[in-house]
């Protein structure tokens, strides 16, 4: 990974700072909704005890069955359709001694009530498997299955007691076996679980309460007496929503806040007030709406009090104040674009313990929210903004940073050219000046490079001092050889001159091509260039090295159209001559050796090839580097390696490269200098 990558990947760590501000917001919406549930719990309690006042205004101590309004008159046939859709079935389900039970009681009475106008409908369902029937007129109708109905109205207690031994309209008659005292109309259905009764009082006739009790005969003849109780104490006063409330109800109201009176069992009694503000009071946009549901509050309830028009409200908040508790809870709709903050208080008279009902406010609250979104907007852009600010000076500095160091590879990749030497400008460029870790390296760089020049220059002058310091003893050896009289010796010291004369004659030639090195590389500095043809150059070089070849084959192919360029003709014979000369100690006697020359692309190319052996593989790169020589055994004399350097030097001169390659089939192999104008 690179520095850059590193160090951008570090400046991830500023994403703390919108972390923790967003924790912080977080703790902050907390407080504020806390705050928020606390204001309008207290408004909840002021109301509930304005409320507690009037006469009307609280549901009866105790249980009491929910009259619901109808849209519209039921038809009496045992089917729970029509009208009765609109109602919450069952609304009641009584066993045993009365309590309310849940779906799994297998003798259980399910009772609804419900109002159109002002007649009173009741439905009632009996989950009975062993049905014993009778008429209500029977004399054994005490003794079967029958309903047992109480109902306080106007005149006082009213006993019904009804029975049918199958399908069709209700029989009925007084609880002591006359005349029924009231006109009851309805329907009895057999069902294969029980029967069901739906039954229509008299219109305009009033009832306060009303008590209904199964009598279940066995096949024993035994009678189990079951749901409400029947006498006057155990009936159940009736209960209806009470419109007259709503309107005081709501000149208590503050704008945009909905309340609502519930019984005990969450019933509905009186609501008023609209919770939903305008649409163009939400200033937050929905998106973010739904952004902060999940960064803030994710955890709200999901329910729409404005799509709820059920009769019955029992959420948490309620059960907790109808058991004494004030609750609040917010909660969001499907969408999770408004939120509502509904709070919940017990409604008791003063001096009673048990809560006859509850008193709901409910309040789309878009405060919090706005206030976070404005905390968030802020946070985020100050979060942003840092984060950028930090992260853009990270990346100039890595940038910068890294800037310098590939330029100083790049400068000490270059400082030594291929002969060794110490670039000047690479040397002048690792001296920096900064003083950072970067500048001390650079100087590092800087003093090793003066120390690498420093054995360079004593290097490249070891050969010139060498030969001059050779050159006065191997004179002296010389001359006091040539000053023994070799007839006087004997046939053995005679070899033993013979072969130290030869000896210093190959040391004279080591110094002669030192010296012969030394002063090529200062003609290279010091050459001039001219105009000339270069084909003829290499034409006239050819045919004087045609004897030197015998009895070898040479070949020639340059072009017969003039080649003019500015080279330094001095210097390219030399080099051809190190060429021929190398094809020359590889090539076999009976062996060729072509010269060739062609133009190429903005200069010349000039070519040696001989027959004989490959070059080593582990030699390609190093062919023309100095004192380098593949000659061990071959030919005659001392060679130093020096002409394929001196060849390079030349090329490097015209601005070109030297080469060396193999031939194809590999006969031999082939060296080239690519030439090109000096200016």
Request: with cysteine; net charge neutral.
């Amino acid at each position: 990974m690179r520095l850059r990558a590193k160090l951008l990947l570090v400046s991830l760590s500023l994403l703390v700072l919108p972390v923790t501000g967003w924790l912080f917001v977080r703790q902050m919406e907390g407080l504020m909704r806390a705050g928020e549930a606390q204001a309008l719990s207290a408004s909840a309690e002021a109301l509930s005890r304005a409320v507690a006042q009037r006469p009307d205004g609280l549901p009866p101590a105790g249980p009491a069955l929910f009259v619901q309004s109808m849209p519209s008159a039921p038809r009496l046939d045992g089917h729970a359709d029509g009208a009765w859709r609109a109602l919450l079935l069952p609304a009641y389900r009584f066993a045993g001694a009365g309590g309310q039970l849940d779906d799994s009681v297998p003798d259980a009475l399910q009772l609804t009530l419900g109002r159109h106008e002002d007649q009173l409908y009741l439905f009632a369902r009996v989950a009975d498997g062993d049905r014993q029937p009778a008429e209500a007129h029977w004399p054994i109708a005490g003794q079967r299955d029958h309903l047992l109905l109480d109902v306080h109205g106007p005149q006082g207690r009213v006993s019904l007691r009804i029975a049918n031994v199958g399908s069709g309209p209700v029989n009925l008659v007084d609880g002591g076996g006359g005349p029924p005292p009231l006109r009851v109309e309805g329907f009895w259905r057999e069902t294969a679980e029980g029967y069901v009764v739906e039954m229509a009082l008299p219109q305009g006739y009033a009832p306060q309460a009303l008590a209904l009790r199964v009598v279940d005969a066995g096949s024993d003849g035994t009678l189990r007496q079951w749901g409400m109780g029947g006498d006057v104490a155990r009936t159940w006063p009736l209960l209806a929503d009470r419109p007259g409330l709503s309107a005081p109800l709501a000149e208590l109201l503050a704008p945009g806040v909905r309340g609502r009176i519930v019984d005990s069992a969450g019933w509905v009694m009186a609501q008023a007030g609209d919770p939903m503000l305008p649409e163009g009071a939400r200033e937050v946009p929905w998106w973010r709406r739904h952004l902060y549901r999940i960064l803030l509050s994710s955890a709200d309830a999901s329910r729409d009090p404005v799509a709820d028009a059920s009769p019955r409200s029992a959420p948490d908040e309620v059960r907790e104040a109808l058991a004494g508790r004030a609750s609040s809870t917010w909660r969001r709709d499907a969408t999770g674009e408004r939120q509502w903050l509904s709070v919940a208080v017990p409604l008791r008279r003063e001096g009673e313990s048990q809560a006859r009902g509850a008193l709901v406010l409910e309040r789309e609250n878009p405060s919090v929210l706005l206030l976070a979104d404005q905390a968030l907007l802020r946070l985020l852009g100050l979060s942003l903004l840092a984060f950028v600010g930090s992260a853009g000076v990270i990346f100039l500095f890595a940038g910068r940073l890294s800037w310098r160091i590939r330029r100083l590879r790049d400068v000490a990749e270059t400082a030594l050219d291929r002969d060794g030497r110490v670039s000047a400008r690479g040397a002048r460029e690792l001296r920096s000046e900064s003083r950072d870790e970067v500048g001390d390296l650079a100087r590092s760089f800087a003093r090793l490079l003066d120390e690498v020049a420093g054995y360079g220059d004593y290097l490249q002058g070891l050969a010139g001092k060498l030969s001059h310091e050779i050159n006065t003893p191997l004179a002296i050896v010389r001359g006091s050889l040539d000053n023994i009289d070799a007839a006087q010796l004997p046939e053995a010291d005679r070899a033993c001159v013979a072969r130290a004369r030869s000896g210093v004659d190959r040391l004279g030639t080591l110094v002669r091509q030192m010296s012969e090195a030394t002063r090529i590389e200062r003609a290279v500095g010091d050459a001039d260039a001219e105009l000339v043809d270069v084909g003829a150059l290499v034409r006239d070089c050819a045919e004087g090295y045609r004897a030197l070849l015998e009895p070898r084959a040479l070949q020639v192919s340059v072009p017969t159209s003039p080649l003019p360029m500015r080279v330094a003709p001095d210097l390219v014979a030399q080099a051809l001559d190190k060429l021929v000369d190398n094809a020359r100690g590889f090539t076999p006697e009976d062996g060729w050796v072509r010269i060739s020359l062609e133009p190429v692309p903005g200069g010349v190319c000039l070519a040696v090839a001989n027959q004989g052996p490959p070059l080593p593989g582990r030699m390609h790169g190093k062919l023309f580097d100095s004192l380098v020589s593949v000659r061990e055994g071959r030919g005659e004399g001392s060679h130093l390696g020096l002409g394929l350097y001196v060849v390079r030097l030349v090329a490097a001169l015209h601005r070109g490269r030297a080469e060396a390659s193999n031939l194809r089939g590999g006969e031999g192999v082939e060296f080239r200098m690519i030439l090109q104008e000096l200016v």
